[in-house]
Structures are given as C-alpha cells and as structure tokens.
C-alpha cells in the first residue's frame, strides 16, 4: 500500500522559488530520506503532506486521502515534528506535550514518559528557558506519543548532540522494524544512510535523483586504500596517491578484474573505504551540473 503518494506536486510562491513537479511515493513501512541543501524545497514539499499548503498543480496523497482537502482524516495516524518549531514559550514541556496528549485524546501516559526517559531531558522547564535540543526533544516526543502509523520529520536531528543523533536513529530503526513508515528530511548524510530505503534529493525546488539505497550501494563505486611492499605498483584504476597509500576506484561491475590484475602485486596493507552517501551526493551534484542528473538509480 502507499502511504505517500505525491504526484506532478508544484508550488511557486511569488518570489519564483518553490517546488515543481515533485513525485514521491512512499510504501507501507518504507524510510524515506529527503536530502537537499538550504532552500531547496524539503519543508515546502512537507508542509502539503500535512495538509497546511495547498497544492498549485498535482496532488498529495496520503492513506489515499488527499492531503489538502481531507487533512482532518488523516492526522490520527500522522505523527509530524516541524522544521522550525514554534512553541507557546510560556508554559513548560510538560504543560505543553500534556496538551497536545489531551487534544490527541490519548490515554497511555506511560508511553509519554518512556519517550521522555528515552530522550534524557526535563519537561519541567519553562520552554522559553529550553535549549534548542531540549525544545527538539520536546517535538519529538509529541510526534511519536499517540504511536502513527507515518512519521513526517523535518530535519529531526536539528539541534540534538551526536550522542542524541544515535539515539535517534536506534529510535527510528525500532519503529521501522515495528512497521511504520518514515519520511525524513535532513541534511545528515549518516542519519539518511543508517535508516532509510530510498533517498531523494532535492535542488532548487525539483527531484535530481530517487534512489533505492540497496541498488544504490550495490552499484556505486567500490574504493580500496592499498599499501605495497616495493615500488611495483598496480597503475590500473589508480584514482590518488600519497607517497604510500594509494587510492583505488573501481565500477562495480569490473571489481573481477581489478582484484585478477591485483594478484600479481604484492600487498602490504590492504583497506576497503565504505559507501559513503556523502560523497555520492557530491559526487552526484557535480555530475548533474554536467551531465543533467541521473535518474532512478
Ligand atoms: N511561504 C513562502 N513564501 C514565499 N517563499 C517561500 C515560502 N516558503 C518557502 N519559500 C521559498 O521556497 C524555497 C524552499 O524553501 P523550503 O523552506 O522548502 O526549503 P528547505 O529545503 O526546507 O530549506 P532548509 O534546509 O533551509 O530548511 C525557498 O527559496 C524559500 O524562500
Ligand atoms: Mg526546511
């Protein structure tokens, strides 16, 4: 079933910025990571999800309702934590999560504390007195609290120190081993790449690429950092060297020959550099500027 579905979605404000000609489909139990720079349309595409902007042209779906025009029907099942949370500053987190569990008309407080313990804060405090990770923290136990069936996060880890992003992402891989659905915008290529099934990227309002992280591991270029013992060095699929180590890229599909050609050198010390998302999405931007994009890896 998808959960999401988001289709020719476009929005462009007066400025000339926006979105355009945005698909995202999102399946029953599926991470979806939404990678792009500043100002590139992430929260914009987020905010039809919720129902709070209405589409120009296309449409947004979810559940099969529409986002725009059934949003009502939705929000039991939607947990969401905004990009740039605007909260009443005068009462205190706990005041506030109490809220918004008694609006929800939830009755498992205790699940609300086990967040809360999760998250290693005190609610207590005035939210004016918070500091931008506990105001995080905050948000995040009141996306999770009544347990949704889609979690809709923009830029979750915003604010949260490395241990918390940890936490963040065993909290995430529990919730998608337990059957929800995610889709998650950040600029955090480790995030993206521990959790989710797809990635998207977004530049300057349009998709430049959708990828299934699977395909996309299994297809990138494999990387080996290669020490010899004597000068006889392999100069086939040499990408940099230093005056020992030297750095080898290999397509996937012709890893065979390289390690053939390999065997005829002696190695002293041999490294493989793990898949980096990161390093795909700079490789990947200076790619589309020259090649225009590659699509559906
Ligand atoms: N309500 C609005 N009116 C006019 N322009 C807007 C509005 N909302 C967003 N924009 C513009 O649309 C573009 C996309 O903004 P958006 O907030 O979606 O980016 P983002 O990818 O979430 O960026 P960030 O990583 O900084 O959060 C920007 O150029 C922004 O200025
Ligand atoms: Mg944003």
């Not at 129902?51 to 296309?58: E, F």
């Not at 025009?69 to 506030?96: H, V």
């Not at 405090?125 to 500091?131: L, R």
């Not at 990408?239 to 080898?248: D, F, P, R």
Request: charged content about 30%.
């Amino acid at each position: 079933m998808k959960v999401i579905e988001i289709k020719n979605l476009t929005k462009k404000f007066k400025t000339g910025y926006g979105i355009f000609d945005i698909n995202i489909e999102v399946k029953a139990g599926e991470v979806y990571g939404y990678l792009g720079p500043n100002g590139s349309g992430k929260s914009t595409t987020i905010r039809h999800i919720m129902g709070y902007l209405k589409p120009q042209a296309g449409s947004a779906h979810i559940f099969g309702k529409d986002a725009w025009l059934e949003s009502n029907l939705i929000q039991n099942d939607l947990g969401y934590l905004p990009g740039e949370i605007a909260f009443p500053e005068y009462n205190s987190g706990i005041d506030f999560i109490k809220m918004i569990f008694n609006l929800r008309e939830q009755t498992n407080w205790d699940y609300v504390e086990e967040l809360i313990n999760y998250w290693e804060f005190d609610p207590n405090v005035k939210i004016k007195k918070m500091s931008k990770g506990m105001k995080q923290k905050v948000g995040l136990v009141i996306a999770f609290m009544h347990k949704p069936k889609l979690l809709v996060l923009d830029e979750p880890t915003n604010g949260l120190d490395p241990l918390m992003q940890e936490k963040f992402i065993s909290l995430i891989l529990k919730e998608k081993a337990a059957g929800t659905t995610v889709l998650m915008s950040s600029h955090i290529f480790a995030e993206i790449e521990k959790t989710c099934d797809k990635v998207a990227i977004i530049k300057s309002g349009r998709i430049i690429s959708d990828v299934e992280m699977n395909k996309l591991k299994l297809k990138s270029d494999r990387k080996y950092e290669i020490e010899f013992v004597d000068s006889k060095v392999l100069k086939e699929y040499l990408y940099k060297n230093s005056k020992t180590k030297h750095l080898y890229k290999i397509p996937y599909d012709q890893v065979d020959d390289f390690f053939e050609k390999l065997k005829k050198f002696n190695i002293k010390d041999f490294n493989e550099i793990p898949f980096s998302l990161e390093e795909y999405f700079l490789d990947f931007y200076k790619k589309e500027e020259k090649q225009g994009g590659i699509k559906n890896v």
